[in-house]
Every structure is written in structure tokens, then in C-alpha cells.
């Protein structure tokens, strides 16, 4: 079917003698393996021997050349999950010589990224780990286009949201076990190797217990551009951006559009309630509320009724991702089974507060015991515990909190993760309701440029000695070049003071372009003075370069 690589539209004989001269070229950004994504040219692949192969030619190309620190782990990590020893890449090496007895190579002619899904069944991982990634490796490298071909390489069947990985390009992906149907060798004309990790927010605990990343890169306006993209592909139209004015909408029309989507399991981890507390949020806020589950919708048919949602509530799980849809200024509403404590598990809390998303976060907790329905005899993998020692076991369920833990296997944790929970109606209507006291409006938000200040330019310091123990330091500076291009609410500039030789400074923010400081200003003294302009309190620019004075 669509597995069949049109072999007419490169011309066999050139490419193999391409091969030959050639060999393999590879050349490579990051330096280490956990930021490297590597291109090549002739890459090619042994379905027999499950292995990549670079062939040698004495006009080949590898770079980085590590030698055999190739192997200290690996060239790079084939997944967005950092540094995850099953998911490394690496490949053999052969001369050209040996392509005489091997079989004839098969050429792949489109451009292929070939990378590793971390957990397609799981929808938070689908997108987290592979799609917003490999959405913006493709952005990054521009012959990925609609065109493209990805090759999936951890050896999984398509699972449940292939129609997922098919938005990414035209072409059908194909599967590490499909690649033997195209023979025993091929090569890869031009392809990629690994995913950008510049868009994950979350680490899922392999080596500390799961949390935000440390050093996030990725701002809520790349997560709703990808968001966009993917809608378009979808053939989902939002219409207009529903609520404009983060909710205090006075006109009644747009009131009674607004509505309210609960996000609904129906394997696990249930809500047994949840007639009554669709009843509860109806009446709480006036709206529709509608129920959405994976089991019941298409995708696309979900995304289309959380895309012009108000609220989007539901347990905790991977389901949740799906707030990325949802439109500026709505809530997303998080609820955790007994004994889960919110804050160490927040890959959706992370999301809904990165900077530009401008959705609000509430999370709700079953404090109440007796409002848990425990499932001990399942198998292990869905929180079962009767596989444990007994002492094990009554520990875990005397425990009102799990404690912090290591992914992916932590008894206790799952046990938990998978408890059934009847919502106390009051306590939750009052987190919410709380909780949206706070609710920040869309407006407020998007005038908050993010445009940071430019250099502050002609900086300049002239000094005054007036007496023996008095002297005088006058700084002034011109406004950055962008400021005179921008609406800016408050413009401010910092400068800093520091003796030459001192570990400490003075900072003073001031309103104005210039300034005479005495306080503190000795005679026959060399200050260092750095100056930068800030814009709207907490948008700060950078210092121009620093100012040495002498009084
Ligand atoms: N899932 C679902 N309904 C259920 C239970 C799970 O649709 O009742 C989906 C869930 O959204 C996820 C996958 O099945 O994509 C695996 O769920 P699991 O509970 O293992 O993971 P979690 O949701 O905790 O990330």
C-alpha cells in the first residue's frame, strides 16, 4: 500500500555509486548525546541485524567524531525522554568495500526523521514526548516538510493514536517492523536523527521523583501554535477566539455559549459521581456542561468541544493534555484520588502555567477516606497490591499520603493513582470557586508585552570632586533603540554602582534618563556603573556595556 517508496524518482544507479564514492555523511548539532540531533546522508539500516550502518568511504563525514566515546553512552537519545537508556541511538560501522557482499540496497528518496515514540498508548506521551517535539525537530530542519517521512523506531505497533502521528506529514509513517518489508538494507538518502527536547516541560522521575524540568524552554505561544497546527490538520475551526475578555463577558449572548467539558474516564480511575457533579458545575456557574470521553468521541470530535470550552475538568491522567486546546483565559480543573498529593504530580499544572498559555489552574484533592473506592486485588500494573508481603501491604493501607517517589513502578503510588473517587460536592465547589477568585483576566495577560527592552545607548558618566570627602557622580544614558517603536506601560532603568574592587553594588531604579548621586560617592574613586531599562516591572533588558568612572 502506502508503504511502497517510489524507487522511479531517484535514480538507482546514481544514488548506489553516490553510495559507494561516498559513503556516509553525517554531520551533527549538541554536544553532548542528550542535545544532538544528527543529519546524514546515506544513512542506511539492517533490518536482519536490527542495526543503522555508516559506511565508510574515504570521503565520508562524522562529526562530532567521538571515537569510542560514541558508545559512553550513546551518539544521542532517539526520544525526547532524556538521557533514558532504552531509547539511545547509535550505529555500526562498515567500510564501502563490504556494500559487494552485501544485498543491494534499497534507497529511501524522502527526507526521514527518524526518531523513537516514548509511550504511544498514553496520550500525554504522545504529545509531550513525540508530536510537539517532532512538530518543532521539523520546524527546525526545513527540507522536514509536509513531505517528510517519519520512522519510528521503538519497535511498537501503531497503537492507539497513529492518526495522531499521521498529522505530521503527508506521508504514512512507518514502523521499525515495517522497515523489513523494504528489504534487508536500506539506505536513507537524506534523514535526521533524534527529536528537539527545547519544547518538554516535564521529567517523569527516572532519576528524581517527577516534576517540572529544570530549565523549561518552551513558552505557552509554541505549545498554541502547535495547537493551531494540528487543529488545521484536524479540520477544526475555533471561529473567533471565544472569550476575548477572560470571562466577565456582559454580553448575554456570549454567555450562554460558554460552556463547561468534563473530561470523563471510563476504564479507571473514576469519578462515581459524576451526574452529580455535572449538576453541581451547572448550577455553580450557569452554563452547559458537556461530557467527553476517549471511549466515546473521535479525537478530532473532542478537540473540536475543548477548543470553545470555559472549564475543563477532569482526574488526573493523561487525558488532560488535551487542555492545550482549550482557548485563552479558560480553567482547566485537575481532581486527584485520596492520598495524591497536587503538587508532586503537575504535568498538566506545568502546561496550563507556562508563560503565554493564559489558562488558569485549580486542582481539588479527596481528603476524605471514606470517599475512596481502593481496588487492591487488580493486577499489579493497575495499583494492585496483592502481590506484596503483608507488612507492605498494611503499610500502604494505613499511608494517607504517598510519599515522594522514583517512576514507573512504586506500589503504593499506583494503588493510589488508581482509586476510584467520590467527589465531596461541598469541599469541591469551594476549591473552585476559591480558586477562581483569582482567575487572571486575558487582557490583563496579553498586554503584558513580552517585548524586552533593547540596550540602553550612550550611556556616559562625568564626576565632580567638591571637597576632600564629597564627590559627585552624574549618569545619564538614551532610551533603547526598540522603546520608540513600542506602547509600553511603565519604562524604568536600573543602575547599578560598584566600587571598583568591592564584591557588593548599589542598585537604584529610577524613572528618568539620567542621574546625580552623591550619597555614598568618595573622591579619587573608580565606580563601575551598569545601567539596563525594564519595562513593566519585571521585563528586563540588558546592561550596556559597563561605565568605568573616576572621581
Ligand atoms: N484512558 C482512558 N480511559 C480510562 C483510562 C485510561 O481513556 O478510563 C487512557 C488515558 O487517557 C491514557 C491511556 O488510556 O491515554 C493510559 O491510561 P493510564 O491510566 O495508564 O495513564 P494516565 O492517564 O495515568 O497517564
Known amino acids: 500500500q502506502s508503504q511502497e517508496l517510489s524507487q522511479a524518482h531517484i535514480d538507482y544507479h546514481v544514488a548506489l555509486q553516490a553510495l559507494q564514492e561516498h559513503g556516509t555523511r553525517m554531520v551533527c548539532t549538541g554536544k553532548m548525546h542528550t542535545d544532538r540531533i544528527c543529519r546524514f546522508d546515506y544513512l542506511c539500516y539492517c533490518s536482519e541485524a536490527e542495526e543503522f ?37 547509535n550505529f555500526l560501522e562498515l567500510p564501502v568495500a563490504a556494500l559487494k557482499f552485501m544485498p543491494k540496497p534499497v534507497f529511501v528518496p524522502d527526507v526521514t526523521l527518524i526518531l523513537n515514540r516514548f509511550n504511544p498508548d498514553n496520550l500525554m506521551h504522545v504529545f509531550h514526548d513525540d508530536l510537539i517535539p517532532a512538530f518543532y525537530t521539523m520546524k527546525q530542519y526545513s527540507d522536514l516538510d509536509d513531505e517528510a517521512r517519519l520512522v519510528f523506531m521503538e519497535g511498537w505497533a501503531e497503537g492507539p493514536h497513529f492518526d495522531l502521528y499521521r498529522l505530521l506529514s503527508s506521508k504514512q509513517p512507518l514502523l521499525k517492523e515495517q522497515l523489513r518489508n523494504f528489504g534487508k538494507l536500506m539506505c536513507f538518502t537524506k534523514s535526521y536523527v533524534g527529536l528537539s527536547k527545547m519544547t518538554t516541560w516535564y521529567q517523569y522521575g527516572f532519576v528524581q521523583p517527577q516534576g517540572p524540568k529544570a530549565n523549561m524552554l518552551v513558552s505557552g505561544n509554541e505549545i498554541r501554535q502547535f495547537a493551531r497546527a494540528l487543529m488545521e490538520k484536524m479540520n477544526i475551526t475555533r471561529g473567533e477566539e471565544m472569550k476575548k475578555d477572560g470571562g466577565n463577558a456582559e454580553d448575554d449572548k456570549e454567555k450562554k455559549a460558554e460552556y463547561i467539558v468534563v473530561f470523563s474516564r471510563s476504564a479507571t480511575r473514576l469519578i462515581v459521581n459524576e451526574a452529580e457533579l455535572i449538576m453541581a458545575l451547572a448550577q455553580e456557574f450557569q452554563m452547559r456542561v458537556v461530557t467527553v470521553s476517549l471511549e466515546e468521541q473521535s479525537f478530532p470530535g473532542i478537540v473540536q468541544v475543548i477548543s470553545r470550552a470555559s472549564m475543563l475538568v477532569s482526574m488526573h491522567g493523561a487525558q488532560l493534555i488535551t487542555s492545550l486546546f482549550l482557548p485563552r483565559g479558560a480553567a482547566v480543573v485537575e481532581l486527584f484520588p485520596f492520598a495524591v498529593n497536587p503538587e508532586q504530580y503537575t504535568p498538566y499544572k506545568t502546561l496550563a502555567t507556562l508563560p503565554g498559555m493564559d489558562l488558569h489552574y485549580v486542582s481539588w484533592r479527596n481528603t476524605k477516606e471514606e470517599n475512596t473506592i481502593t481496588h487492591p486485588d487488580r493486577p499489579w500494573e493497575q495499583g494492585g497490591i496483592a502481590h506484596l508481603e503483608k507488612e507492605e501491604r498494611e503499610r500502604i493501607l494505613a499511608s494517607k499520603d504517598v510519599p515522594r517517589h522514583l517512576c514507573c513502578r512504586n506500589p503504593e503510588w499506583l494503588y493510589r493513582i488508581y482509586q476510584d473517587t467520590l467527589v465531596d460536592i ?38 565632580l570632586v567638591q571637597t576632600p570627602n564629597e564627590a559627585k557622580l552624574t549618569v545619564s544614558w538614551q532610551i533603547p533603540w526598540n522603546l520608540k517603536y513600542l506602547k509600553v506601560r511603565e519604562v524604568k532603568y536600573e543602575v547599578w554602582i560598584q566600587e571598583q574592587g568591592e564584591n557588593t553594588y548599589m542598585p537604584y531604579i529610577l524613572p528618568q534618563q539620567n542621574y546625580t548621586f552623591s550619597e555614598n560617592i568618595k573622591p579619587f574613586t573608580t565606580y563601575l556603573v551598569w545601567v539596563r531599562c525594564i519595562f513593566n516591572k519585571n521585563l528586563l533588558g540588558p546592561f550596556a556595556d559597563v561605565l568605568m568612572c573616576r572621581t
Not at 57 to 71: A, D, E, I, T
Not at 436 to 460: C, D, L, N, W, Y
Open 53 to 89: 550502518v555508516f559506511f565508510h568511504s574515504n570521503s565520508s563525514v562524522m562529526l562530532p567524531n567521538l571515537g569510542s566515546r560514541r558508545f559512553q553512552p550513546a551518539l544521542l537519545d532517539l526520544s525526547s525522554v532524556e538521557d533514558h537508556n532504552t531509547q539511545y541511538f
Open 426 to 463: 461541598p469541599s469541591f465547589v469551594e476549591v473552585l470557586k476559591e480558586g477562581m477568585k483569582t482567575k487572571p483576566s486575558v487582557k490583563k495577560s496579553k498586554s503584558t508585552s513580552t517585548v524586552h527592552p533593547g540596550r540602553v545607548r550612550e550611556a556616559q558618566c562625568q564626576t
